[in-house]
C-alpha cells in the first residue's frame, strides 16, 4: 500500500497532497473513530470533508425552497422533504463517486494526488467497489420511491413528476460523467447537470408537477450548474499538469497556459451565474431579501474565490474548494428561506 504512515512517522508531502480526495484523511478528523475497515469506504465516499456530500445536497433544498415560496407548501412538508433529500443526497453521493473511481482507476493510478485512492492502491477491489456502488445507487431509490411517493404530488395522475423518475437523467449523466473527461474538455458542464438537476427532484418533492417547465426553474437550474462548473474548474486545477500528461480532459486543461486566462474565464462565467439567479428571481417575482442574499452573496463568496485563489498552487485550490462552496450554497438557501418565510408569514 502506498504512503502507509507508521506511529510516529512524518507525512510525506504526497501523503498531504492525497488528503485532497486523493484517498486519505487528516489525522484527528471523525474517520478515526469509524472501524478500520469502515474507512476505505468514507475515503472512496469522499466523506471527509463532506464537501462532495452537500455539493449534492444544496441543489434540492434550492429546489424545495424555491417550490414552497412559489407554490406556498406547508412548513411541515418542506422539512420533511429536505429530510428525506439529505437521505438520498448521501446515498446517491456513495454511488456516484464509487462509480467515478471504478472507471477513472486505471487514470487515478497514474495522478500523484489520487494514486492512493481505495481502489489503485488495492484497498477496495473493482469487484467489491461495484457492488458498493449498487447498494447504494439501490438505496437511493428506494428512498425516492418509498418515502417521497407519488401520491404526495399535486398532479398524482402525472407519474412523470415523481421525484424517483424525475431524478432519472440525473442519474444517467452520472452514470457518463467519468466517461466524459476522456470525450470532451467540458466535463464539468456535465458533472454540473449530474449535480444541479436535483432542484428539479426538489420540486417534485413537494408535491409541484414537471418543475423543469416552469422558467424561474430553468434559470435556477442554469446558475446552479455554473456554480459547480466554476467550483469544479478550480478544483480540477490541483491535476492539471498531470492530466494534460495522461489525457484527461477538464476545463482546467481547456484554460491552462495562464493563470489571468483561466481567472477571466471565472469572471465570466460568475457573470453568467449571477444573470441566470437574477432570472430566476424576475420570473418568480421574488423580493428583495432573494436579492439581497442569494444573488449579492453569490456574487461575493464566488467573486472571492474567484480573485484570491492561486489555481497555481493545488493546496489554494483545494482549500477553497473544499470550505467555498459552503458560503455560496448556504447564501442561495438564505435568500429562498427568506422568500419561503414571507410567505408562511403572510398566510398566518
Request: charged share 10%; glycine share 8%; net charge positive.
Amino acid at each position: 500500500m502506498a504512503f502507509e504512515l507508521l506511529p510516529g512517522d512524518t507525512p510525506h508531502p504526497a501523503m498531504t497532497l492525497s488528503t485532497q480526495y486523493g484517498g486519505f484523511h487528516a489525522k484527528g478528523s471523525w474517520v478515526d473513530l469509524v472501524p478500520a475497515s469502515w474507512v476505505p469506504y468514507v475515503q472512496l465516499c469522499r466523506l471527509s470533508p463532506p464537501a462532495g456530500l452537500f455539493l449534492i445536497y444544496f441543489p434540492p433544498v434550492f429546489g424545495v425552497l424555491h417550490a414552497a415560496a412559489t407554490h406556498h407548501r406547508p412548513l411541515s412538508e418542506v422539512l420533511y422533504a429536505c429530510a428525506v433529500l439529505l437521505c438520498a443526497s448521501f446515498f446517491g453521493n456513495n454511488a456516484a463517486h464509487a462509480w467515478n473511481d471504478i472507471v477513472d482507476a486505471p487514470i487515478d493510478a497514474r495522478i500523484e494526488r489520487t494514486r492512493t485512492r481505495p481502489i489503485p492502491r488495492g484497498t477496495i477491489s473493482p469487484t467489491s467497489a461495484l457492488l458498493f456502488a449498487l447498494t447504494q445507487l439501490l438505496g437511493l431509490l428506494a428512498t425516492l420511491h418509498l418515502f417521497l411517493p407519488p401520491q404526495n404530488n399535486l398532479n398524482p395522475n402525472n407519474v412523470v413528476a415523481t421525484p424517483l423518475l424525475a431524478a432519472t437523467p440525473a442519474i444517467l449523466a452520472s452514470v457518463y460523467y467519468p466517461y466524459a473527461k476522456r470525450h470532451t474538455h467540458l466535463p464539468q458542464v456535465v458533472l454540473g447537470f449530474c449535480l444541479t438537476w436535483s432542484t428539479m427532484v426538489g420540486g417534485c418533492a413537494v408535491g409541484i408537477a414537471a418543475p423543469w417547465r416552469g422558467a424561474s426553474e430553468r434559470w435556477l437550474l442554469a446558475g446552479c450548474i455554473l456554480w459547480v462548473v466554476i467550483f469544479d474548474t478550480v478544483y480540477a486545477h490541483q491535476d492539471v499538469v498531470d492530466d494534460v500528461r495522461v489525457g484527461v480532459k477538464s476545463t482546467a486543461v481547456l484554460l491552462r497556459g495562464g493563470r489571468a486566462r483561466a481567472r477571466a474565464v471565472l469572471w465570466l462565467l460568475l457573470g453568467a451565474m449571477v444573470m441566470a439567479l437574477v432570472q430566476a428571481g424576475r420570473c418568480a417575482a421574488f423580493g428583495w431579501p432573494y436579492y439581497v442574499l442569494s444573488v449579492g452573496g453569490g456574487v461575493v463568496s464566488v467573486g472571492a474565490m474567484v480573485a484570491r485563489v492561486d489555481l497555481q498552487d493545488p493546496a489554494s485550490c483545494w482549500s477553497w474548494f473544499s470550505k467555498g462552496f459552503w458560503l455560496t450554497g448556504l447564501v442561495i438557501s438564505g435568500g429562498l428561506l427568506v422568500e419561503y418565510a414571507t410567505v408562511l408569514c403572510r398566510e398566518w
